[in-house]
């Protein structure tokens, strides 16, 4: 288990945007901004592992 002010490995802060020696705690709170706005959960058809890619021409004409 990591402390909320231990420091993350750098390859870790670099993947959020977070400068070098950026803590767990400066990626939690990422994560949270992240989620703040968010009004409703997803339907279950959105989720990632039900995701389907839309061929290019679809997206295109709408």
Not at 18 to 25: H, N, Q, R, V
Not at 26 to 38: E, H, K, S, W
Not at 45 to 53: A, I, L
């Amino acid at each position: 288990m990591y402390r909320e002010q231990d420091e993350m490995p750098v390859a870790w802060a670099h993947a959020m945007a977070l400068p070098s020696g950026a803590s767990y705690g400066d990626a939690a709170r990422v994560l949270l901004d992240a989620l703040a706005g968010q009004a409703a959960l997803p339907w279950p058809e959105e989720f990632p592992r039900r995701y389907r890619p839309r061929p290019a021409d679809e997206i295109a004409t709408g």
